[in-house]
């Protein structure tokens, strides 16, 4: 079975940053696209970020939405099996929980066929 598991949401002030993490196992995880997703309350689920898996290119293709661009950044290790998601300058706005989700193909799509329980990001002075 695949499963997800993130960590590392915290709360924390405007300005400061986190990194969350990804650990997914029950599936071949380098050759999938991976993609971040978070949903803030009483909101829709929103696409955060995706990358595309490394046997796409050298350089696996990263995307973001536009509100994160410049601030986020997402990664992965292979080795590890571990996906990330680096969130720099962190506003209220980023205030949600952060899902790490499985794509269908190894490029982003932004469809997913499996997604983790969630870590939360509390964005509060």
């Known amino acids: 079975d695949v499963q997800l598991v993130e960590s590392g949401g915290g709360v924390v002030q405007p300005g400061e940053s986190l990194r969350l993490a990804c650990v997914a196992s029950?599936?071949?995880?380098?050759?999938?696209?991976m993609n971040w997703v978070r949903q803030a309350p009483g909101k829709a689920l929103e696409w955060v970020a995706g990358?595309?898996?490394?046997?796409?290119?050298?350089?696996?293709?990263?995307f973001y939405t536009d509100s994160v661009e410049g601030r986020f950044t997402i990664s992965r290790d292979d080795a590890i099996n571990t996906l990330y998601l680096q969130l720099n300058s962190l506003n209220t706005e980023d205030t949600a929980i952060y899902y790490c989700?499985?794509?269908?193909?190894?490029?982003?799509?932004?469809?997913?066929?499996?997604r983790g329980q969630g870590t939360q990001v509390t964005v509060s002075s």
């Open positions: 990358i595309d898996s490394d046997g796409v290119r050298r350089f696996p293709r990263r």
């Open positions: 989700a499985k794509d269908r193909a190894m490029r982003v799509t932004r469809t997913f066929s499996d």
């Open positions: 029950g599936f071949t995880f380098s050759i999938y696209a």
